[in-house]
Each structure stands twice: as C-alpha cells, then as structure tokens.
C-alpha cells in the first residue's frame, strides 16, 4: 500500500528532474519578490531558464539591476518606441512559444500582473 509519505516523495523525485523556465514581465512584476518567486518555481523543478523583459533604460527597472546579478536572470531588454503597444508582454510570450517547442523545459512560471 502507497503511504502519504511515499507519495511525498515520489512527488519530489518528479519535481527534482523536471525543468522550468521562470519569464518575468518586468514592467509588472515586484523585484522584492523575486526570491519568493524563485523558490515557489522550484518547487515543480529545478529552474534552467530565467528571464525578464523590459525597458531598462526607465528609471523604475533600476530596481532589477541588483537582482539580474544576484539570480542570474537574463535581461531581454525591450525598448518603450509607443506607449501602450505590450512589446515586453509580446516579447514574452513570443520566448516562451519558442522555449515550449524547443523542449528546452518542462513547464513554465509566468511572472506578471495584467
């Protein structure tokens, strides 16, 4: 008879080869929050991929700049030509479509507010 336990367990040895990628849209994500965010991600595997899209040029992603380092997250950097026209939101999903028939990973974390 399989135990609760042992069901633990077997969840976890599935979730330690699983790969994840973590995308961020920096333009609506907290990067306080990053750590959090990282560790719940790799508590459905272990995550390979880490990127964040945004316009760094703008005075408010200054916030990310020590976290990029400190993770290891890769910046895509996405320029504001037009106001209103969702490039990162965009860019984002154009990544992960790729990544997703890449069989680069097996699951995603989508970072985001809208």
Sequence with gaps: MITAKDL????????DNRKIAVLIDGDNAEAK???L????AAKFGQVTIKRIYADFT???M???KDQLNKYAIR???KFAYTKGKYSTDSALLI???DIM???LVDGFCIVSSD
């Design 62 to 64: 200054h916030v990310w």
């Design 101 to 103: 028939h890449s069989k």
């Design 37 to 40: 965010i990282l560790n719940e």
């Design 8 to 15: 633990s367990k077997i969840s976890t040895i599935i979730a």
């Design 33 to 35: 929050l990053i750590d």
């Design 95 to 97: 990544d992960a479509m």
């Design 75 to 77: 910046p895509m950097q």
């Design 58 to 60: 703008t005075p408010q």
